[in-house]
């Protein structure tokens, strides 16, 4: 699979972000220290080659849905025939489009927001525009978090969420810093 994955890297470098999958110790980091038992709705932006819904999919019930989007189309087509779940909704969209989203499937908000985009590669409106409808899409009890390679998401994460916690691996290529951002 990430055969796949360096290949549609190749074709549009700054769109993948990264030559390589996640590590299993970056998803830990993103995933271990976040309740998805019992929550309604998560949601995840980039997910690839699908490390981290993979993951999530081990952690939640059939009563958790799980709204997948995933810009790249061969990336999105070879993670709709590798899961298959009723709860589980992969769509080829932009994360930007997440508000009208979960609306499309019923829901007015996430409880847990789990992102891989390469933001630092975004133009300045699109990554406002990307994180303000995560910060209208998300509970107010919920959480945002989000992998990066610097420290420099830091500042505009900072601006919309009050609390933002940082947490680090060197287990991933390349090493990355995660955020895990709330409204409380
Ligand atoms: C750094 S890769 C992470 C992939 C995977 N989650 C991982 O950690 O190995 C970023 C992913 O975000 C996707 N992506 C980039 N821009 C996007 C957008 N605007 N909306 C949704 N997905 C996007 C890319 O196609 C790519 O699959």
């Given at each position: 699979m990430s055969k796949a994955f360096i290949k549609e890297?190749?074709?549009d470098k700054k769109m993948i972000g990264s030559i390589l999958p996640s590590s299993k110790f970056l998803a830990a980091k993103m995933l271990n220290h976040i309740p998805l038992e019992n929550?309604?709705?998560?949601?995840?932006?980039?997910?690839g080659t699908g490390i981290f819904t993979e993951k999530i999919i081990e952690k939640i019930d059939?009563?958790?849905?799980?709204?997948?989007?995933?810009?790249?189309?061969?990336l999105c087509k070879d993670l709709k025939a590798k899961i298959i779940l009723p709860n589980v909704h992969i769509k080829e969209a932009s994360a930007d489009?997440?508000?009208?989203?979960?609306?499309e499937f019923g829901f007015e908000k996430a409880d847990i927001i789990i992102?891989?985009?390469?933001?630092?590669?975004?133009?300045?409106?699109?990554?406002?525009s990307i994180l303000e409808v995560v910060n209208e899409s998300l509970n107010e009890n919920g959480s945002f978090i989000q992998f990066?390679?610097?420290?420099?998401a830091y500042k505009n994460l900072k601006k919309l969420f009050p609390v933002v916690k940082?947490?680090?691996?060197?287990?991933n290529f390349p090493p990355?810093?995660?955020?895990?951002?709330?409204?409380r």
């Amino acid at each position: 699979m990430s055969k796949a994955f360096i290949k549609e890297f190749w074709k549009d470098k700054k769109m993948i972000g990264s030559i390589l999958p996640s590590s299993k110790f970056l998803a830990a980091k993103m995933l271990n220290h976040i309740p998805l038992e019992n929550t309604k709705l998560i949601i995840e932006l980039g997910p690839g080659t699908g490390i981290f819904t993979e993951k999530i999919i081990e952690k939640i019930d059939a009563t958790t849905h799980l709204i997948v989007l995933e810009l790249n189309p061969e990336l999105c087509k070879d993670l709709k025939a590798k899961i298959i779940l009723p709860n589980v909704h992969i769509k080829e969209a932009s994360a930007d489009k997440i508000g009208e989203i979960i609306k499309e499937f019923g829901f007015e908000k996430a409880d847990i927001i789990i992102s891989s985009l390469p933001l630092a590669n975004f133009s300045v409106e699109l990554r406002n525009s990307i994180l303000e409808v995560v910060n209208e899409s998300l509970n107010e009890n919920g959480s945002f978090i989000q992998f990066q390679y610097s420290l420099n998401a830091y500042k505009n994460l900072k601006k919309l969420f009050p609390v933002v916690k940082l947490n680090f691996t060197a287990l991933n290529f390349p090493p990355a810093f995660v955020y895990t951002c709330s409204k409380r």
